[in-house]
């Protein structure tokens, strides 16, 4: 059964460095999504994708996120200077069109420290 | 904005029993898909079940079933015959039928099923 993966599963980075999470959606599918679950708490959406541009974002994703879909196959999700308030479990998913419901990848842990 | 809400934060169950969990949203649209989702220890996010606000008869997969009251605003999921590895947290979820699945999620139960 096709899958949603993302690398790595845990990342620890300090404080104020760059990190990217990578992600591989399922390949026929056309729609995007990063949310972030901080330990304890909900699942929040960050940001949807489509057609190589960002669809909509939250008040969360602000201008240290970026995402982008360098080569038609991993979806990534860059933080430029992480903060400690970063640390969380990061989801990412992909859905096949606009009626069809979105499937989640594993997660990466990401702790800064 | 739309919320979802959640109002059991843990709920327990013995295997082979039934529970309900409950989970009520605030939305002035029309359209819309409401999901169940269930989060295990390892921290994965699998769908277990999905209803359109447009259908009627309520949604079933094998041991889920859901109550939909479009009109209450309420969405509760019934697990029948529990098993041990059901234990995980529920997460219900809605999402606009703008073309994007952009979920706006509860703040979820944790459920134990216990031998």
């Known amino acids: 059964e096709p899958e949603v993966t993302q690398t790595p599963s845990h990342q620890v980075t300090q404080m104020g460095q760059e990190v990217i999470l990578r992600c591989v959606p399922i390949s026929n599918h056309l729609y995007f999504y990063w949310y972030r679950q901080i330990l304890g708490q909900k699942v929040e959406f960050l940001v949807s994708?489509?057609?190589?541009?960002?669809?909509?974002k939250s008040e969360i994703f602000d201008d240290q996120f970026s995402v982008e879909r360098p080569d038609g196959s991993n979806f990534t999700l860059k933080i430029r200077s992480t903060k400690l308030e970063d640390s969380a479990m990061y989801f990412c998913?992909?859905?096949?069109?606009?009626?069809?419901?979105?499937?989640f990848g594993q997660g990466t842990r990401l702790t800064v420290v | 904005a739309q919320t979802v809400t959640q109002s059991q934060p843990e709920m327990s169950v013995q295997e082979a029993e039934t529970v309900t969990l409950s989970c009520t949203y605030d939305?002035?649209?029309?359209?819309?898909?409401l999901f169940w989702y269930k989060q295990p220890p390892s921290r994965q996010m699998i769908l277990v079940i999905r209803?359109?606000?447009?259908?009627?008869q309520n949604a079933t997969e094998n041991r889920f079933s859901v109550n939909f009251q479009k009109a209450a605003k309420s969405f509760s999921l019934k697990i029948s015959d529990s098993q041990l590895g059901d234990t995980a947290m529920y997460f219900c979820?809605?999402?606009?039928?703008?073309?994007?699945?952009?979920?706006?999620f509860g703040t979820g139960t944790r459920l134990l099923v216990s031998p």
């Open positions: 998913a992909s859905s096949g069109d606009s009626n069809t419901e979105a499937f």
């Open positions: 209803q359109e606000a447009y259908k009627q």
């Open positions: 994708f489509y057609n190589n541009e960002i669809s909509e």
């Open positions: 939305t002035s649209e029309n359209n819309y898909y």
């Open positions: 979820a809605f999402a606009q039928n703008t073309g994007f699945q952009k979920l706006v």
